[in-house]
């Protein structure tokens, strides 16, 4: 391999992580710079471009306490000097706030819940983007999630966490957000 593919594929990759770390961290301009701006995402109930779909995360993540995806096994298949396909494996780990409130029922699938229960789903699925290479950058044109698992049970308290622990942070604050501000 040449290279410039072995740079390609790195920024490729970074462009994935920054997806993930800006939705779990709710850097929604993290998130958008993965993206071009006529980019498609079909992300399940979602179907449409990136300003609807950060609303549609913006919306979505309100409630929801934590958020950690793990990706993996990552394949990225080049179509032309400037285009490629990748597939990324993700287990995505989320805690749904009890303001959520009847909006946690349809994660549970059934399961009795408290009302001021919190609610802990996995989802695990793959990415299959199309990337392209546009002013130097390369970022998701079209993206479309493929769903293999879900699961969502009541959480339990405290979410098993000890306060004496670094816990993650959505609000600006996370360990790895104030490590980079120096």
């Given at each position: 391999?040449?290279?410039l593919r072995i740079r390609d594929r790195m920024e490729i990759e970074a462009c994935?992580?920054?997806?993930?770390?800006?939705?779990?961290?709710?850097?929604w301009d993290l998130v958008r710079s993965a993206y071009h701006t006529d980019a498609f995402d079909d992300h399940g109930n979602y179907k449409g471009d990136i300003d609807g779909f950060i609303a549609s995360l913006i919306k979505r993540h309100a409630t929801i306490e934590q958020s950690m995806h793990v990706v993996s096994n990552l394949t990225i298949d080049f179509t032309g000097p400037d285009s490629a396909v990748m597939e990324a494996y993700f287990i995505t780990h989320q805690r749904i706030s009890p303001e959520?409130?009847?909006a946690r029922l349809a994660y549970l699938r059934g399961a009795p819940i408290a009302p001021d229960q919190a609610v802990e789903t996995e989802v695990i699925g793959r990415y299959v983007d199309r990337m392209t290479r546009k002013d130097g950058a390369w970022r998701i044109a079209?993206?479309?999630v493929v769903f293999e698992v879900f699961r969502g049970q009541p959480a339990p308290a405290g979410g098993g966490?000890?306060?004496?622990?670094?816990?993650?942070r959505r609000d600006g604050n996370d360990p790895i957000e104030v490590a980079l501000r120096g």
């Open positions: 391999m040449d290279d994935l992580f920054r997806y993930v770390r800006g939705v779990d961290r709710r850097n959520a409130g009847d079209h993206r479309t966490l000890s306060d004496r622990w670094a816990l993650s």
